[in-house]
């Protein structure tokens, strides 16, 4: 039976029974649900929204692989926006900590103090303060990117909401922390923001006086105005750091802060702004007086010129709008939740390997009900992505195995791994021609049907982490002449590691590892993502010209025909 | 090692996210108001009267000799009205409420008027207690505003009542 492709119309349903293992635990873990193979889960209704987000993530998308041609997926920075964020706010948490040691917080002082730093101490406290500014301006420009990558990728709802949830009050943490930045300078920058601000808050009915009335005149403003100021722009961010700490709670192998080369080329970047056009204050705060025409930061103090134009009415709608449906965005229709991953106590050895794979920390080892002194793997379905990397880390995946059913430790009920092996099995016997090729590729990378032939074999999968790396040596010793294996690419994976678990595995730096007797020229590894059709046509022409030179090479690996070996 | 066009690539790139922020955090400028105005901020705080009421001997004698407190006042505070003119016309008429659940706090306003810089005549009238006709405070007075000058109407008993600043 041929694995049936996506592209080729409704997908065709069959029953698989997995129930029959043997383990008490077998009929409850393995649901009875139908495989679906090679094809789409039904998607939600098409609405306003799936077509604003399909359309934004078009252009994200192509952006985002325009920039992998200079930068590559590791170091692209779009890809590892969050990391990126996480290391800008450590420039600003360190320049910040130098900033509050000369800070002098009296009200004359403190514009004066700040001033100091960008004129006497130019070569320090200057450059310092200017890359705290620019970087809490960068901050919030990729803060706000990653929002928007991260909607218009879907990444809201199911195993994904709870970092959503929490991530939405970091918006609100990091803007407070930012604005009150600008207030401490005490300048007119600041008397605008300050008076601007409470002038927008005292729209709501939460204080009994007006909180502008704090700045009617010079009089109004006090020392303690400054040291409240400082104490609310160190714990912001602070509770900000504690957010951050809950949003990435729920992941595991979280990429705390991006590749070297990034961090290095963000660093002199920002550091090259701060020399060419250091962060200056404007002539201090007069209440009595309104500034002219100010240099303005139009990444944190947008919110100004706004409430100017409109009202402070139409600004807290917008604002507590945007809050609402970022929040309610999850209760929007969404395509269905992946099955997830089962556990076969039977099978799972406790060897802490999924464990250790799993990109949500959605597997936890609990002492085995069975065995004891073993370990069980037990999955939280509300963690779990679906995406079968666990399957592929598991010792019991590989397809050598002798028993005819296949039941591996943990298991994908949409892909299981016998179904994959009896795939690959009938595929290879079917291929004739001079280079048998099998091509196993991420079902959400390249579409790869359009290279299925006679002489090659497409393996469609939820994702390539969750192909054992074993899987190779058996196509090879099965009659295949080379293997295919396309990974989404590097850093584009849609359940953070498959590519990367993927080529550890394959290049021997990851349990479980690709033999080193299987010869590298047989296998060709590609990274090419939805639309890059012609590099993943490439690489097969690559690998054919290859397997053609070398086809009289003795590197082919002896046969291994399971149901007649004596071995298991 | 990336390629040279690689690397030639990053420097445009990172050099790009450099300028961006550093033009946007700086530029265009923006200006709040207009170069010839100025701005009024009328903005009082201020507890309404109380309307008291002078206990007969009779209620007096009635009440246990440590709360005979000769007047009985409410813990409501009157509302207030406030009127303002700029230049004869009037650009305020209203009522402020006192706050709390028991109306027991004070009645808050918070007002902008951009005018143009210059001579302008302004007259406030507020009245406390509304059980009192007319307007128990006034202020009227001739100003000359500097442009972007902040001139402040408040009202302080202990100054006098409303002032302007």
Redesign the interface.
């Known amino acids: 039976m041929a694995w049936p492709s996506a592209a080729h119309g409704q997908p065709p349903v069959m029953p698989v029974d997995l129930t029959r293992v043997n383990s008490p635990y077998a009929g409850n873990q393995y649901n009875q649900r139908l495989i679906v193979t090679g094809g789409t889960r039904p998607g939600p209704p098409v609405s306003f929204h799936s077509i604003l987000r399909k359309g934004a993530r078009s252009v994200f998308l192509r952006i985002e692989e325009a920039?992998d041609?200079?930068?590559?997926g590791g170091d692209n920075p779009l890809r590892h926006l969050g990391a990126l964020g996480l290391y800008l706010l450590w420039i600003i948490v360190g320049s910040g900590l130098y900033l509050y040691t000369v800070l002098d917080t009296g009200i004359d002082a403190v514009y004066q103090s700040i001033g100091d730093l960008s004129g006497e101490q130019w070569y320090l406290g200057g450059i310092l303060r200017s890359l705290h500014?620019?970087a809490s301006?960068?901050f919030m420009?990729v803060m706000t990117l990653h929002l928007i990558r991260e909607w218009c990728y879907g990444r809201y709802h199911g195993f994904r909401l709870y970092s959503w949830m929490t991530g939405v009050p970091l918006l609100w943490l990091a803007y407070i922390s930012g604005i009150g930045g600008y207030w401490i300078v005490w300048d007119q920058l600041a008397q605008?923001s300050a008076t601007?601000t409470a002038?927008l808050l005292?729209w709501l009915p939460i204080f009994?006086?007006?909180s502008?009335?704090n700045f009617?005149?010079p009089d109004s403003i006090s020392d303690r105005f400054f040291t409240m100021l400082v104490f609310i722009h160190i714990g912001v961010p602070l509770l900000l750091i504690l957010g951050l700490w809950a949003h990435v709670h729920r992941i595991s192998h979280v990429d705390y802060l991006p590749g070297k080369r990034v961090m290095l080329?963000?660093l002199?970047?920002?550091l090259?702004?701060s020399l060419?056009?250091p962060?200056l204050s404007n002539p201090p705060a007069n209440?009595?007086?309104?500034?002219?025409?100010?240099?303005?930061?139009?990444?944190i103090?947008f919110i100004?010129?706004l409430t100017?134009l409109t009202s402070p009415a139409i600004v807290w709608l917008l604002l507590l709008a945007l809050t609402a449906l970022l929040f309610a965005l999850p209760l929007l229709p969404h395509p269905a939740a992946e099955p997830v991953a089962v556990v076969d106590p039977a099978n799972c050895t406790g060897c802490d390997r999924c464990l250790a794979d799993c990109p949500y920390a959605a597997i936890a080892m609990q002492p085995h009900p069975l065995r004891p002194g073993f370990k069980l793997a037990v999955v939280d379905g509300d963690l779990c992505a679906g995406c079968g990397i666990c399957a592929g880390s598991c010792p019991s995946s590989t397809p050598f195995r002798r028993r005819d059913k296949l039941v591996t430790g943990i298991d994908m009920p949409q892909q299981p791994i016998h179904a994959l092996r009896e795939e690959l099995e009938q595929a290879v016997a079917r291929l004739s021609g001079p280079q048998r090729v099998v091509v196993f590729a991420c079902a959400r990378g390249a579409d790869a049907s359009g290279l299925a032939a006679a002489d090659t074999a497409v393996m469609p999968l939820l994702c390539t982490g969750m192909l054992p790396p074993s899987f190779v040596e058996y196509a090879l010793r099965g009659g295949a002449d080379g293997v295919l294996l396309n990974t989404c690419r590097p850093g584009g994976c849609d359940f953070r590691l498959g590519d990367r678990w993927t080529r550890e595995r394959l290049a021997g730096e990851r349990e479980p590892h690709l033999r080193q007797t299987v010869p590298a020229a047989r296998l060709q590894l590609c990274a090419a993502a939805a639309g890059d059709e012609p590099m993943l046509s490439a690489a097969l022409n690559d690998l054919r010209a290859r397997l053609a030179n070398e086809a009289l090479a003795s590197d082919r690996l002896p046969p291994y025909l399971r149901r007649v070996s004596n071995h298991a | 090692m990336p390629k040279p066009t690689a690397i030639i690539g990053q420097v445009i790139l990172y050099g790009a996210f450099a300028a961006f922020i550093g033009y946007f955090a700086t530029s265009p400028k923006y200006r709040q108001i207009a170069d010839d105005v100025a701005l009024i901020k009328l903005s009082i705080s201020h507890l309404g009267e109380r309307e008291c009421r002078k206990r007969t001997p009779e209620e007096l004698a009635k009440m246990p000799p440590n709360m005979r407190a000769p007047m009985d006042c409410p813990r409501e505070r009157s509302d207030i009205r406030l009127e303002m003119d700029l230049d004869g016309q009037p650009v305020l008429r209203t009522v402020m409420h006192p706050t709390g659940l028991y109306k027991d706090g004070v009645s808050t306003i918070y007002r902008r008027f951009e005018v143009k810089a210059g001579s302008h005549q302004i007259a406030v009238r507020m009245n406390d207690n509304l059980i009192k006709p007319g307007f128990n405070f006034v202020k009227e007075e001739e100003i000359n505003l500097r442009p972007g000058q902040v001139m402040v109407i408040d009202f302080n008993p202990d100054k006098g009542g409303l002032f302007f600043q």
Do not use: K, N
Request: avoid cysteine; glycine fraction near 6%; aromatic fraction near 10%.
């Open positions: 920039l041609g200079p930068f590559g500014r620019y301006d960068a420009l605008v601007a002038e005292d009994s006086e007006p502008a009335r009617l005149t080329a963000t002199l970047a920002l090259i702004l060419l056009q962060a209440l009595a007086m309104l500034p002219g025409a100010l240099d303005f930061d139009w990444f103090l100004h010129p100017d």
